[in-house]
């Protein structure tokens, strides 16, 4: 599904959403965009037509509030993890607890990671060391204000590119 950067009015990066989701902001007047699609796409409907956006903006400020640790769902956690399974690196379905809740595991952010089917069934509730697996990367609490938008550098469109740079303070 086509994915739209979502700035605040000041111009940083609040997260992605879906190209639905953008289209409603616009025609409802509460965001503008910024850039258009690079490829040219357009929406046509019974009585208006406009290019697609890659890039908008909110016309109000919208503050975040600050939060010393990022809930955990499963929505989260895929964005974390990229979608992508952290044991064969496929894309993932499912969620796992890398050591099984039923051998005390806690559901937190550093024992969960995104798994795909097989991995998971395969897995089931033994530990790394029995089937000799190893994880493609240590499962950690994402951090920050725009933690939403991992992935996003590799996955984005390229007009996203001075957005998502980093800060210079």
Same mark, same amino acid.
């Given at each position: 599904?086509?994915?739209?950067?979502? =700035?605040?009015?000041t111009?940083?990066?609040?997260t #992605?959403? $879906?190209?639905h989701r953008?289209?409603?902001? =616009?025609?409802?007047?509460?965001?503008?965009?910024?850039?258009?699609?690079?490829?040219?796409a357009? =929406?046509? $409907?019974? #009585?208006c #037509?406009?290019d697609?956006? $890659?890039?908008i903006?909110?016309?109000?400020y919208? &503050?975040?509030?600050? &939060?010393s640790?990022?809930p955990? #769902?499963r929505?989260a956690?895929?964005?974390?993890?990229?979608f &992508?399974?952290?044991?064969?690196?496929q894309?993932a379905? @499912?969620?796992?607890?890398?050591?099984?809740? $039923?051998?005390g595991g806690?559901?937190?952010w550093?024992n969960?990671?995104?798994?795909?089917m097989?991995c998971?069934?395969?897995?089931?509730?033994?530990? +790394?060391?029995?089937?000799g697996? @190893?994880l493609?990367?240590?499962p950690?609490a994402?951090r920050?204000?725009?933690w939403? +938008?991992?992935g996003a550098?590799?996955?984005?469109d390229?007009?996203?590119?001075?957005?998502?740079?980093?800060p210079a303070?």
């Amino acid at each position: 599904m086509r994915q739209v950067l979502l =700035l605040n009015a000041t111009y940083e990066p609040l997260t #992605t959403l $879906s190209l639905h989701r953008a289209v409603v902001l =616009l025609l409802r007047e509460k965001a503008d965009v910024v850039h258009h699609d690079g490829c040219g796409a357009v =929406l046509r $409907s019974a #009585t208006c #037509t406009f290019d697609v956006p $890659s890039v908008i903006r909110l016309r109000r400020y919208v &503050r975040i509030p600050y &939060r010393s640790r990022i809930p955990l #769902t499963r929505a989260a956690l895929m964005r974390r993890d990229n979608f &992508r399974c952290a044991y064969c690196g496929q894309r993932a379905e @499912t969620i796992d607890h890398v050591v099984p809740r $039923s051998k005390g595991g806690p559901h937190t952010w550093e024992n969960c990671v995104a798994s795909c089917m097989p991995c998971n069934h395969y897995k089931a509730d033994k530990l +790394l060391e029995e089937l000799g697996w @190893t994880l493609r990367a240590t499962p950690v609490a994402p951090r920050g204000m725009h933690w939403r +938008l991992i992935g996003a550098q590799l996955d984005g469109d390229p007009q996203w590119a001075p957005y998502l740079a980093k800060p210079a303070a």
